[in-house]
């Protein structure tokens, strides 16, 4: 099952993980990842252990490499989110991650229940 956006405001996002279906984030050096429920596995480029978060648990991205936030079992992280999204034309790349977080975003905005 994949990562299901649970609730989303202008800072942060809620999600819901699943076994061997990670959340993937780039770019996203400074943010921070905190556990709601369950057990979250966060893997790290560069980092030299995987980081495994509990209830009221939380961890700062120390890079802008892949990041893949996993649960075990199940598990709701929040996610901060960028404090502004950057859409101008000038912007080349926007990360995927970042894409999918503010289409779901701006769905979830629109009323839509259901996430493509």
């Excluded at 076994?19 to 050096?29: F, G, I, Q, T």
């Excluded at 990041?67 to 598990?75: D, P, Q, T, Y």
């Amino acid at each position: 099952m994949k990562p299901k956006i649970l609730a989303a405001s202008k800072s942060q996002v809620e999600c819901e993980l699943h076994e061997n279906h990670p959340l993937r984030l780039v770019e996203a050096a400074g943010r921070r990842i905190q556990c709601v429920s369950g057990v979250a596995w966060i893997t790290v480029y560069g980092h030299a252990t995987d980081i495994f978060l509990r209830p009221g648990q939380a961890f700062t991205l120390p890079n802008d490499g892949l990041v893949l936030a996993e649960a075990i079992g199940a598990c709701r992280i929040r996610v901060d989110l960028p404090r502004v999204f950057d859409y101008s034309p000038s912007r080349v790349y926007l990360p995927a991650s970042i894409d999918w977080l503010a289409h779901a975003f701006r769905q979830l905005l629109s009323g839509r229940k259901r996430l493509a």
